[in-house]
Structure formats: C-alpha cells, structure tokens
C-alpha cells in the first residue's frame, strides 16, 4: 500500500498554516500515537484489547482525516484479534508514512 491521502495532507497543512515547525509537530504526533496504537494491537491478547487499540487508531485516523487508515482499522476492528494481515497492513502504511 503506497501512502497517498490528499485529505489527511490537507488537514495537517490546513491546522499548520505556514508554519514548517508545526507541520512537523502535527506529523510527529501522528506518528507517534500511529506507533503507540500499533505497539498495544499486537499485544492484544484478548477480544477487548484488540477492540480498544483498534478503535483507538480509528479515532486518530479520524481526527487526522487519514482515510487510508480508517479503512485499516474499521478492518481491524471486523476481524479476529491478532489478525496477522491486518497488522501487516497498518504497519506497512506506517512505514509508507514515516518514509514521505
């Protein structure tokens, strides 16, 4: 999945303004609670866990208008916990994100 989403770009830029150091900012915290979510789905050991990262990423995914993202854990969210694609999934749009 390469990373492409014009509408979580626009969002950041939108709430950055002109400003290179926020942008910055906004991406980093992204970043940061994308990882966090990610770190607390593989170590879901139980339906509720699973239940609650993955809701947790939707909000952010949300928040941030990241489409892409959303639609990875609405996905989560339908399947079994620990499903292994799906976290292949959300952490190959991690790693597509960090990269641009």
Same mark, same amino acid.
């Given at each position: 999945?390469?990373?492409? &989403?014009?509408?979580? $770009?626009?969002?950041?830029?939108?709430?950055?303004? $002109? %400003?290179? @150091?926020?942008?910055?900012?906004?991406?980093?915290?992204? *970043?940061?609670? !994308?990882?966090?979510?990610? %770190? !607390?789905?593989?170590?879901?050991?139980? %339906? *509720? &866990?699973?239940?609650?990262? @993955?809701?947790?990423?939707?909000? #952010?995914?949300?928040?941030?208008? *990241? $489409?892409?993202? !959303?639609?990875? *854990? &609405?996905? @989560? #969210?339908?399947?079994?916990?620990?499903?292994?694609?799906?976290?292949?999934? #959300?952490?190959?749009?991690?790693?597509?994100?960090?990269?641009?």
């Amino acid at each position: 999945m390469v990373y492409e &989403n014009g509408s979580f $770009d626009a969002t950041l830029a939108a709430a950055a303004g $002109d %400003d290179p @150091a926020l942008l910055a900012e906004l991406r980093g915290a992204f *970043a940061e609670s !994308l990882e966090r979510q990610i %770190d !607390l789905l593989k170590r879901s050991r139980c %339906d *509720a &866990n699973w239940i609650m990262a @993955a809701h947790r990423l939707k909000g #952010i995914a949300a928040s941030f208008h *990241a $489409d892409q993202l !959303l639609a990875l *854990a &609405n996905e @989560a #969210i339908e399947t079994v916990p620990g499903e292994p694609t799906v976290i292949r999934r #959300i952490e190959k749009f991690y790693a597509d994100f960090s990269s641009s």
